[in-house]
């Protein structure tokens, strides 16, 4: 019986560990949580919000509203999911 060389290709096939050390420890499942639930009304608000003060510092020039919004709901956005944008870092 003829045998084949490669019955499977490389990248499907499982190395053994080497001899004389231990193999390495799988890195254990990371937890997917879910970010918590904030009601659509509720983040249109505090985008708003964020705006306002947005163009309150800017001392309200007109033709950057979109702007504002657009960097407003980004920084929302972050701190709801937990991450800390430029703009609040530094208080």
């Known amino acids: ?7 499977e290709p490389t990248a499907n096939r499982r190395r053994a560990p080497r001899k004389g050390g231990a ?3 799988p890195a254990p499942p990371r937890a997917q949580t879910q ?13 708003a919000r964020a705006a ?3 163009a309150l510092n800017r001392g309200f ?17 972050a701190e709801l999911l937990g991450g800390v944008s430029a703009g609040t ?3």
């Not at 019986?1 to 019955?7: D, F, G, I, L, S």
């Not at 970010?35 to 985008?47: H, N």
């Open 89 to 91: 870092a530094d208080g």
């Open 35 to 47: 970010p918590p639930f904030v009601d659509p009304q509720q983040r249109t608000t505090l985008i």
């Open 61 to 77: 020039a007109p033709g950057e509203e979109l702007e504002d919004w657009l960097a407003a709901e980004a920084e929302v956005d």
């Open 52 to 54: 306002y003060f947005r």
């Open 1 to 7: 019986m003829a045998r084949e060389k490669n019955p």
């Open 23 to 25: 193999a390495p420890e």
